[in-house]
């Protein structure tokens, strides 16, 4: 490694973030990921830092955070995020910023930051070593104490047998989250997050972070005795005994009892599903409830069967919620491209050899004039090729194509929705383009393998997902793509919505719909049956019992060999091992290669996505017991493309599930 590189590095970071005193603009790193743990590969990991104008005049600048490499020139290796700021004089700033840290051989990440003037010169920086990600599961602490911290540690790590006592002080690593995030993504490194603070002490954008890593995926347990916000236990909260409002009075309700319409159907020490992760409930730190819970985290062969299962790790038999509904939407909705089939070009072929042989081998010989042949032979082999590019080419984009879709992902008893969401931009002719969303949306990068090598170049994968190198990120995220003539990219984003209310079921049978959006097409899922809704507008009532039905095991059970295959369930479900290798007869499998293939003479109808479950609707159903699909032309991203009108394909799909079916 050259001299120079560890010289510059060393003066610049030392062991702490610094930032030189001569610098126009002072920048202080405050935090990487949860307290300096960091998610590998395909999470964002939140970077949090300080910016001050220490001059008296406004200066404007471009902010660049990166990852560089100590064995590489301390070149970038990951996405390189760019921030146009404007600081006012004396001006202080705190900007949060997802960075995609890149894994491999096992270097310790160097975040750096950048500043440059209008002139791009530099103005100021720094820079910090990132501690080496932690093996096993990381645990995020939100206490209102250091003391009530060290007395979870010690519950956790002294609860169960000695061995199980060992397993968990070799596989947990427990961290105590000062500042709580307030965006859901920040999470990511963290599989538990263990809430022993007043839930008052937390804003609305905390909150609402931990509910969507809870919705993400991760595991949150609330100590209730130190959340603190029961309605019952606030005096003065009833609105006929009071002067609040009855709207003052919902408000207050909404804000002061986190994630209520799960914790009072919850019991103590109990698992719920809320989306992809898991919710607990103890009443303190001392009850048996908090040590029966986390003894299995050091689960060992001494460990009673009936503790072992209790833990979230029994999801084990659970297939991960399938991630392919908005692939399938860009693929039946979006722009694609006709290129000539086999067998078209294979019956070109064939009649421009039998144009070429007649005229030259019996109009020719019949006229005695076979060195005409000489001209006769290219002049047709031009015509033909003049006339395949024709035809072929009449089936291309004649202006720039952007289509989104976007799947959104609730249960009926809240309207906050995890989303993703696919971009794809179509090109007529070679071009730069430069595509812009929201910039409350997280980038995703292509999944990369092993080693950071990104799936799809060279290797089956998301071919079509564009490498960003680097993006901006101001009131929208941009960035710029190379296309080549008649080719396409997609882009990957996360984010989140909060509808105005939910898909709900009464007791009577009737499915209301309190989104706030109209769907185009609906239908709702059980173990048997399909229903069929047709067109649901915003605030409509259905009655099930009077809509069409279709059979579930005849809308299931279809395999093909094809790419992209058919989404599975959008929640994670049971797949018995004889579904797992299931060998179709030759008839079947032909007849369902042929449906496939008819799908691009056909509109879409949202059935389709029922196609790649199993046909036993018990396993699908294992926990969640119906949902719902509505397919809408709200609520999408609104992409954009800078100095173009593209023509545009947008979709939105609702996925909303039921963890009971009246």
């Known amino acids: 490694m050259p001299r120079r590189v560890l010289l510059f590095l060393f003066i610049l970071c030392g062991f702490v973030p610094v930032s030189r005193s001569a610098d126009a603009v002072a ?73 995609d840290i890149v894994p491999g051989n096992n270097n310790t990440p160097v975040i750096y930051l950048e500043a440059r003037d209008a002139h791009n010169l530099i103005v100021g920086r720094t820079a910090c070593l990132v501690g080496s990600k932690t093996d096993g599961q990381i ?82 347990v609330l100590i209730e005795d130190q959340v603190a916000d029961s ?42 599903r809320v989306g992809l992760g898991h919710l607990v409930r103890v009443p303190s730190v ?31 038999d659970l297939q991960s919620a399938d991630e392919n509904q908005s692939t399938w939407l860009m693929k039946r909705l979006g722009t694609s491209f006709r290129f000539p089939s086999f067998l078209e070009i294979l019956l070109w072929m064939i009649g421009y050899l039998l144009v070429v042989g007649v005229v030259n081998f019996v109009i020719l010989r019949r006229f005695d004039r076979p060195e005409w042949g000489w001209l006769t032979i290219p002049a047709i082999a031009i015509l033909a090729s003049v006339l395949l590019y024709g035809t072929s080419a009449r089936h291309r984009p004649r202006n720039f ?56 170049s060279g290797n089956p994968g998301p071919a079509n997902a564009a490498y960003v190198r680097q993006y901006v990120l101001d009131r929208s995220w941009e960035t710029g793509l190379s296309l080549r003539k008649w080719s396409f990219t997609e882009l990957n984003f996360s984010g989140f919505r909060r509808f105005a209310g939910t898909i709900s079921r009464d007791s009577s049978g009737r499915l209301h719909n309190e989104t706030g959006i109209s769907f185009k097409q609906a239908i709702v899922v059980d173990q048997t049956n399909v229903f069929t809704l047709g067109s649901l507008p915003a605030g409509a009532t259905v009655d099930l019992g009077r809509a069409t039905r279709l059979n579930f095991a005849n809308e299931a059970g279809r395999s ?49 996505l029922l196609r790649g479950w199993s046909r036993n609707g018990e396993d699908v159903f294992s926990e969640t017991k119906a949902v719902f699909f509505g397919l809408s032309d709200e609520a999408t991203l609104s992409p954009s493309l800078r100095g173009k009108s593209p023509d545009r394909k947008s979709a939105s799909l609702m996925v909303v599930t039921f963890g009971a079916w009246p």
């Open 27 to 99: 920048i202080r790193i405050r935090q990487v990921g949860l307290e300096n743990i960091y998610a590998l590969g395909d999470q964002p990991t939140l970077v949090s830092f300080d910016v001050r104008n220490t001059t008296m005049q406004s200066i404007p600048i471009e902010l660049f955070v990166d990852e560089v490499s100590l064995e590489n020139d301390a070149r970038s290796v990951t996405t390189s995020i760019q921030l146009p700021i404007l600081l006012s004089p004396g001006e202080e700033r705190t900007l949060r910023v997802p960075l």
């Open 139 to 220: 645990i995020g602490l939100i206490c209102t104490t250091a003391d009530l911290c060290r007395n979870i540690q010690q519950s956790i790590l002294l609860s169960g047998s000695p061995e199980e006592q060992t397993h968990k002080s070799q596989m947990l690593r427990m961290i105590q989250l000062s500042e709580p995030p307030s965006e859901g993504w920040a999470y990511a490194a963290a599989n538990t997050v263990i809430l022993a603070a007043p839930v008052a002490r937390l804003s609305d954008a905390q909150r609402q972070a931990l509910e969507l890593f809870l919705r993400n995926g991760g595991t949150l």
């Open 231 to 272: 309605i019952s236990s606030n005096p003065g909260t009833n609105p006929a005994s009071s002067k609040l409002s009855l709207a003052d009075f919902n408000a207050l309700c909404r804000n002061s009892y986190f994630l209520e319409p799960y914790r009072t159907r919850l019991p103590y020490g109990k698992l719920l």
């Open 286 to 316: 001392a009850g048996k409830e908090f040590s029966h819970y986390f003894r299995p985290m050091g689960f060992s062969a001494s460990t009673p069967e009936e503790i072992w299962h209790q833990f979230p790790t029994n999801t084990r």
């Open 401 to 456: 194509n952007l289509d989104d879709m976007v799947v959104y992902r609730m249960d009926n008893l809240s309207s906050l929705a995890i989303a993703e969401a696919k971009v794809r931009v179509s090109s007529p002719r070679r071009s730069i383009v430069e595509p812009a969303v929201p910039a409350d949306w997280v980038f995703s990068q292509p999944r990369r393998a092993y080693g950071g090598m990104i799936e799809g």
């Open 560 to 608: 093909v060999s094809r790419l992209p295959d058919y989404p599975g369930p959008p929640f994670p479900f049971h797949k018995p091992d004889n579904e797992k290798n299931k060998n179709w007869s030759e008839a079947e499998a032909k007849q369902m290669e042929e449906e496939w293939d008819r799908l691009d003479t056909q509109p879409f109808s949202l059935p389709e």
